[in-house]
């Protein structure tokens, strides 16, 4: 075998000792159901071995979509008492349990490139046929519900919405978020992994303060965003929106169905123009908007750097390089989910400082999209780096590559699986 191939195998045994046959578990333990954008990238490292299989991830995440739209961020199929906040906390009122919040939609970007290559021409057209229009409705849902006055960008209402629980974007906001009249609770992710990589107990009180207002909303997303204490406009998760909405537009075209193209062009170029508004000359890159106050967050995390990934103009794309390049001045291994040069840097807790494959996966595929392939490949093969030195992790250090978090990681396994497929990069 050679290394690659072997790495490969390895990396495919991770995916397959996670996969719960309809759906696959981010790792044994700390995270034991499914999570809606850990189950739309993890379906392209599927794509290469078993391309019904990465069909079959999709299909379960939009099988557990509300009715009116939105697509949870946890569908809880099994019980399991060694997860903390569970079903009971939620009390969303559905059949199989999920939680009440959304996450990245990057499924909409999943399912263009799974029809693209797929070697099974047949059965993608099948998947992708019925896909479509629930994809399209998540996202209708996404301007409809969190984009009330019709911005182009949506908000998120609650951090683990965004994927980056306790990224530093969130500190001043969640400020304002009060911590009185929350319930009692137990902590279980600290049993899984080491407490210093987590986060703070006061964070998961103001978590769990906003899951008890919503709740007590009734889940009715008419509601919530209004009613949130905590509204985030995101640059990365807009990206990630205004992406899958223009590989939808593509999709749509490419299945015959003229409504939802149109309909997913004009969301996708509307929120394109409207991420510029959040552009920072002072840091060059893209910075969050709090909502409540109308003002720019003065943060500069991953979140303004994955705005590569959407469809911007190739002026923003090259100095978003030159910011990655400027970061690599300061770590061992791109791309630190916060510059490491600022106080609030922590190169081992979450989202504050580590590495992370997936976000590395679409600022490459971006950087590739505008042209910035050598810049790509680096971040592709510090990957790779990262996977030589401490395996197949959650998320790693991106100075020391210390891996942290869970082990056997089925999202990373399948970014390794997917970059060593379609590139020639090795670490
Ligand atoms: C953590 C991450 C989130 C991910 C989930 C499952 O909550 O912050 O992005 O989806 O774990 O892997």
Redesign the pocket.
């Known amino acids: 075998m050679t290394e690659k191939s072997e790495l490969i195998a390895r990396a495919q045994e991770v995916m397959r000792r996670n996969d719960r046959g309809h759906y696959t578990v981010?790792t044994h333990g700390l995270?034991p159901f499914q999570?809606n954008?850990?189950s739309a990238l993890s379906a392209l490292g599927f794509s290469h071995f078993d391309e019904a299989r990465a069909w079959t991830e999709i299909d379960t995440l939009f099988a557990h979509q509300w009715e009116d739209g939105m697509v949870p961020h946890i569908i809880f199929h099994e019980q399991d008492d060694g997860y903390f906040p569970g079903p009971e906390v939620w009390a969303t009122g559905r059949e199989t349990p999920t939680t009440g919040i959304t996450?990245p939609p990057v499924a909409g970007f999943a399912m263009h490139r799974l029809f693209e290559r797929a070697k099974d021409k047949t059965l993608a057209e099948k998947h992708a046929r019925a896909l479509l229009p629930r994809v399209h409705a998540w996202h209708e849902w996404f301007f409809r519900c969190r984009d009330p006055q019709g911005t182009g960008l949506v908000a998120v209402i609650h951090p683990?919405e965004t994927?980056?629980?306790n990224s530093v974007d969130w500190d001043a906001a969640f400020e304002r978020v009060p911590t009185d009249g929350v319930q009692p609770f137990t902590r279980r992710d600290t049993q899984h992994a080491n407490p210093a990589h987590r986060p703070t107990d006061e964070q998961y009180k103001r978590y769990i303060y906003l899951v008890q207002l919503f709740r007590s909303l009734g889940w009715d997303n008419s509601k919530l965003h209004d009613a949130s204490p905590f509204q985030m406009v995101d640059p990365g998760f807009n990206a990630i929106l205004a992406r899958s909405c223009h590989d939808l537009a593509d999709q749509a075209d490419t299945l015959d169905e003229p409504a939802i193209a149109a309909r997913s062009r004009a969301f996708a170029t509307k929120a394109t123009a409207a991420m510029d508004t959040l552009w920072s000359d002072v840091h060059g890159q893209h910075l969050c908007l709090d909502r409540t106050t109308n003002t720019l967050t003065d943060s500069p995390s991953i979140g303004g750097i994955l705005t590569v990934f959407a469809p911007i103009h190739s002026t923003r794309a090259r100095a978003l390089k030159e910011r990655i390049e400027t970061l690599s001045t300061s770590c061992e291994y791109l791309v630190p989910s916060h510059d490491p040069t600022t106080p609030e840097f922590d190169g081992l807790r979450?989202?504050r400082g580590p590495v992370w494959l997936i976000v590395n996966y679409m600022i490459a595929d971006g950087l590739e999209r505008a042209g910035q392939t050598e810049m790509a490949e680096r971040i592709m093969a510090d990957c790779l780096r990262l996977i030589h030195e401490s395996g197949f992790a959650?998320y790693y250090d991106p100075i020391t590559a210390e891996g942290c978090g869970g082990g056997h990681f089925t999202?990373t396994a399948a970014m390794v699986i997917e970059i060593l497929r379609t590139h020639e990069v090795m670490a």
């Open positions: 981010p995270y999570w954008w850990d996450q683990w994927g980056r629980d979450y989202w959650e999202w």
